[in-house]
């Protein structure tokens, strides 16, 4: 059985710098911290060079931000959000050049009678708006529309591979 004394022990007096003992030896603060950061900067490693893909389930969200016309942010946009045991968001049109390859993914999955190209995209928007509507509440007035998908993604989120209709 392996028994760990720690630095808070009310009966044990440590040396300064050593957060506890495991069978008698002592593992400092210093040591704690360079598991930790080597563990990160792994994890990174993976994240930078894996080929592997997860699947998250995501909601794309279109909404109409013309609530204020005279705003500088009045206008549709469409987000697409996705958890599992990290938050992943992709911001499809804003404030980025407005036909992204994101766009022509949402676009793709769900047509909607209009092909997948940059002067379609804001009667898209309308269009899904009307179609998916989620009824306004008192916190968020806007009237938006809402479907889940499935999003293929690198690990860690960085990039969106593909997306699927979630059946």
């Given at each position: 059985?392996?028994?760990?004394?720690?630095?808070?022990?009310?009966?044990?007096?440590?040396?300064?710098?050593?957060?506890?003992?495991i069978d008698g030896k002592p593992v400092t603060?210093?040591?704690?911290?360079?598991?930790?950061?080597?563990?990160?900067?792994?994890?990174?490693?993976?994240?930078?060079?894996?080929?592997?893909?997860?699947?998250?389930?995501?909601?794309?969200?279109?909404?109409?931000?013309?609530?204020?016309?005279?705003?500088?942010?009045?206008?549709?946009?469409?987000?697409?959000?996705?958890?599992?045991?990290?938050?992943?968001?992709?911001?499809?049109?804003?404030?980025?050049s407005y036909f992204t390859r994101y766009a022509?993914?949402?676009?793709?999955?769900?047509?909607?009678?209009?092909?997948?190209m940059p002067e379609n995209f804001d009667d898209?928007?309308?269009?899904?708006?009307?179609?998916?509507?989620?009824?306004?509440?008192?916190?968020?007035?806007?009237?938006?529309?809402?479907?889940?998908?499935?999003?293929?993604?690198?690990?860690?989120?960085?990039?969106?591979?593909?997306?699927?209709?979630?059946?």
């Open positions: 059985m392996t028994m760990i004394i720690s630095a808070s022990s009310i009966f044990f007096n440590l040396p300064p710098g050593v957060a506890y003992l603060y210093k040591e704690l911290g360079e598991r930790k950061r080597n563990k990160q900067r792994e994890s990174l490693e993976w994240k930078r060079r894996s080929k592997k893909q997860i699947k998250i389930p995501v909601v794309i969200w279109v909404f109409d931000n013309d609530i204020n016309k005279h705003s500088f942010f009045a206008g549709r946009y469409t987000y697409i959000y996705g958890r599992d045991q990290r938050r992943y968001e992709w911001a499809v049109n804003f404030r980025q022509k993914m949402v676009m793709s999955i769900f047509p909607m009678g209009f092909l997948p898209w928007m309308k269009l899904f708006i009307k179609t998916y509507f989620i009824k306004p509440t008192k916190k968020d007035p806007r009237p938006c529309g809402k479907q889940f998908a499935w999003a293929w993604c690198s690990p860690g989120g960085i990039d969106l591979i593909k997306l699927e209709p979630r059946q």
